[in-house]
């Protein structure tokens, strides 16, 4: 079974308006992180937020807030305010467990969100 | 502070040959990887260091080989280049479990 499930293949969004990317995960040990990152179409990988999973709000950086429902197992992307740059491929990704290998990244097949003007 | 840096960024090779991509990163990060990226199949975890002279394997680590002498480089082996080592790969390197890793601008792959 995959770790990080991303359902939607390409999302398109109207400039200004907000967009949610969805993102669920399996996992079986109750200490995990779970990280967005965007990719632009230049290649490299930007970091975006982080959510814990004892963390009892949801995390937000800016225009992006993550959606964490712990019991449905799910951490969506909200981008408010969306902008002509937000045009990007997004990852979902999690860490797992404890020790040295819970520095280890699980990432989902990603979204691609195209803003439109 | 340079970050993380990959090299080459482009290379070519022909089946058979050997190379090492090159990382370094100049933030004293303990824990750096290896990924690869293919088109539709997001990131995978190629091998992955906790610190100088641990290293371990990844979700796809058959045909590679890593090394990590000290903290600030790892070097990622291709012993016998296939097409299927077709791929970007990316270094990235982290100092803490909740901390977003960075990543370093990629290595783009062609193996013929």
């Known amino acids: 079974a995959q770790k990080i499930t991303q359902t939607q293949p390409g999302m398109f969004v109207q400039e200004k308006e907000a967009v949610t990317l969805d993102c669920t995960y399996d996992?079986?040990?109750?200490?995990?992180?779970l990280f967005w990152y965007k990719q632009p179409s230049s290649g490299e990988m930007i970091f975006l937020i982080y959510?814990?999973?004892?963390?009892?709000q949801n995390a937000t950086e800016g225009r992006y807030s993550l959606n964490f429902q712990k019991a449905r197992k799910s951490a969506n992307l909200v981008i408010s305010a969306s902008q002509l740059g937000d045009s990007a491929m997004y990852f979902c990704?999690?860490?797992?467990?404890?020790?040295?290998?819970?520095?280890?990244?699980?990432f989902g097949k990603g979204t691609l969100l195209t803003v439109n003007p | 502070n340079a970050g993380v840096t990959q090299t080459p960024k482009f290379q070519v090779l022909k089946t058979g040959q050997s190379m090492t991509l090159q990382c370094a990163q100049d933030m004293n990060h303990e824990y750096m990887s290896w990924y690869r990226q293919d088109p539709g199949m997001g990131l995978r975890l190629i091998h992955y260091?906790?610190?100088?002279?641990?290293?371990d394997q990844g979700e796809v680590p058959n045909g590679y080989n890593v090394s990590r002498s000290t903290t600030e480089d790892f070097p990622l082996r291709l012993l016998s280049a296939a097409p299927s080592q077709t791929s970007v790969y990316f270094c990235a390197s982290s100092y803490s479990y909740s901390n977003g890793y960075t990543f370093g601008s990629g290595t783009r792959l062609t193996v013929v």
């Open positions: 260091s906790v610190g100088a002279g641990i290293t």
């Open positions: 959510q814990g999973s004892y963390d009892q």
């Open positions: 990704a999690m860490r797992e467990g404890s020790g040295g290998s819970n520095y280890k990244l699980t």
């Open positions: 996992t079986s040990d109750p200490s995990y992180g």
